[in-house]
C-alpha cells in the first residue's frame, strides 16, 4: 500500500510517525511523512518519503504572544480566548497547510491516510482518493469518554455527563477553528460543502477510527469507549545505532554518580535564562550531578560548574537508561521515553496536556507531583530532586512501569490495524 502519514507540531509530534512509519515500510508498504519543512532531513534520513508543510504556525511559537501562549497558560478557559485571538492570524496558515498536504498527496495516490490532530487535511485526502483514513492521538483527547473530563478541564464530581460535555465542547471549537479554512479549501478544489469539520468524521459525517498511541498500562483504555477506538501502546522510533556519544559526554557520564537530565525540548517560553539559573542553582544546592540540553538556549559552556554538562543533542533511549531521573516539560514523547527507561521523571510543565502527563507520573508512583512553570524555584526543584532521588519508591515504580511497556508493541499492533482497515474497505 501507499500509506500517507500526516502530522504537524514539535517534534513530540513527528517522531511517532516517524516509527510507524518505519514500521509500516518494514512490513513492505510505500510510505510518505508530511510534515514541518525543518524535519526535512530528520524524516529522510530514516528512509521516509518526505513532503513538507510551511513553518509559519510553528514560527509563531517563537513569537511574544506564542510564547505567552506557551507559558502563562494551563486553564483551559484562557487557552481557548488566546486561541480565539490567534484564528484570524491563523486561517491563512491553515489554508496553506491543507494545500501543502493536497499537493503531497497528488503524486503519491495514497491507499491509505494516518493523520495526526494537527494534520487536520487527512479527511478531505481521504475522501478525494476513496481511501479508508485513522486519525492517530498522541495522547487520549478528542475521543470522548465519561471515565475523565478533557485534559485541559479540572475532574470535578459530576460525574460522566460533565466529562462528556467537556470533551463535546473542545470537539465543536476545534471544529468551528477549522471550518473557515476546511470550507474555502474545498470551494478552491470545486468540493461540496462538508458535513463535519472534526477530525473524528469524514466530511459526509461518517465517523472516523482512531488510534492512540499510549501504553495502556499508563492511561487504560476509557471504559465506554466502542471498538473504533484503541489505545495500542506507545510508538516508539528504531534505536539510531549510527549514533554514538561524544567523548566530553562519555567522560561526564564515567567521572561520578549518574547525573539528573534536565531538558525542556522546544519549550524555551520567555524566560530561557533564567531556567538554566533555576536548574543549575538546584543541582548545587543538592550537590546532584546534572545533564542540561541546551534545546530550551540560554546557555553557555563558561556558565556551568565542572558538575553539570551542556548536551546539544542525545536519542533519549540512550541517554534517559543512564540517568539517575529526568526532570522535563511533560511531553507526551518525552514523557514515554523517561517511563520506558525506568528512571523516575519530574514533571515541570508549560501547558497543553503537559500537566496532565505530570499527574499521571504522579499517580503512577514514578515521580512526584508536578511543579507549574510558573511556579518553578530553584528551591522547589531542589525539593523534588531531594525526595525523588531519595525515596527508593520512585524507582521501584518507574522500573515496574519499564517493564510492561517494553512488552507492548505499539507500532506493529497499529500497523496491522491499519492493514485490517486496508483489506475490510470497500474497493
Known sequence: ???????????????????????????????????????????????????????????????????????????????????????????????????????????????????????????????????????????????????????????????????RLTHKLVNSLTALSLRGPIKAFRARHHMEDAKRYDCLHRPDGTPLPSVTAVSPSVVPTPSDWNSRHTMCGYWFPEPDTDWSPSPELSAFLNAGPAPVYIGFGSMAGKRPAALADIAVQALQKTGVRGIIATGWGGLEPGDLPESVFKLDAAPHDWLFPRMAAVVHHGGAGTTAAGLRAGVPSIITPFTGDQPYWGRMVAQLGAGPEPISQKNLTSTRLGEALTQTLGEKRFRVSARAISEKIKSEEGVAKASEMIEAMASDWPR
Not at 76 to 87: A, E, Q, W
Not at 114 to 126: D, E, M, Y
Not at 142 to 160: M, S
Open 1 to 163: 500500500m501507499n500509506i500517507l502519514l500526516l502530522t504537524y507540531g514539535t517534534r513530540g509530534d513527528v517522531q511517532p510517525f516517524l516509527a510507524l512509519g518505519q514500521g509500516l515500510k518494514s512490513r513492505g508498504h510505500r510510505v510518505k511523512l508530511v510534515t514541518s519543512v525543518r524535519f526535512e532531513r530528520f524524516v529522510t534520513d530514516q528512509g521516509l518519503e518526505f513532503a513538507g508543510m510551511p513553518d509559519d504556525l510553528l514560527a509563531i511559537l517563537d513569537t511574544d504572544e506564542g510564547k505567552s501562549l506557551i507559558e502563562d497558560t494551563q486553564n483551559v478557559f484562557d487557552t481557548i480566548s488566546k486561541n480565539i485571538r490567534l484564528t484570524r492570524r491563523l486561517q491563512p496558515m491553515q489554508e496553506d497547510q491543507l494545500d501543502a498536504c493536497w499537493s503531497a498527496a497528488q503524486d503519491f495516490a495514497p491507499d491509505f491516510v494516518v493523520f495526526h490532530p494537527k494534520g487536520f487535511a487527512g479527511p478531505q485526502i481521504a475522501e478525494a482518493f476513496h481511501c479508508p483514513a485513522l486519525l492517530a492521538l498522541p495522547f487520549p483527547m478528542l475521543v470522548p469518554t465519561g471515565d475523565w473530563p478533557h485534559i485541559g478541564f479540572p475532574r470535578l464530581p459530576f460525574g460522566a455527563p460533565y466529562n
